[in-house]
């Protein structure tokens, strides 16, 4: 079965390093409103990070304020998430969540290890 959502551009990075983390879509969704950005620790649920509607509204986590800026193309249906200033409890599974008309689809994660 093909994924609708994908994630890629995670890794291992230093403290204080930079990622930035791309969510496409493998099909076209109709009507996207809702572009976001989640992580999952170990042994944690799942948090908002960032998010972007349609009209380009953007919140973020108070964690992340000032160090993550997420972006998006509509003409290509990607959201991207710049992460600098990483820190070690920035450490998780990101996750990229999209919804459309009809659609609320998440992607498999990718792992974000922040490490010296």
């Known amino acids: 079965q093909v994924q609708l959502v994908v994630e890629s551009g995670g890794g291992l990075v230093q403290p204080g390093g930079s990622l930035r983390l791309s969510c496409a879509l493998s099909?076209?969704?109709?009507?996207?409103?809702?572009m976001g950005w989640y992580r999952q620790a170990p042994g944690k649920q799942r948090d908002l990070v960032a998010d972007?509607?349609?009209?380009?509204?953007?919140t973020y986590a108070d964690s992340v304020k000032g160090r993550f800026t997420i972006s998006r193309d509509g003409a290509k249906n990607t959201v991207y998430l710049q992460m600098n200033s990483l820190k070690p409890e920035d450490t998780a599974v990101y996750y990229c969540?999209?919804?459309?008309?009809?659609?609320?689809?998440w992607g498999q994660g990718t792992q974000v290890t922040v490490s010296s």
């Open positions: 969540n999209v919804r459309g008309y009809l659609v609320n689809a």
């Open positions: 099909r076209n969704i109709f009507n996207i409103y809702y």
């Open positions: 972007i509607t349609k009209s380009g509204s953007t």
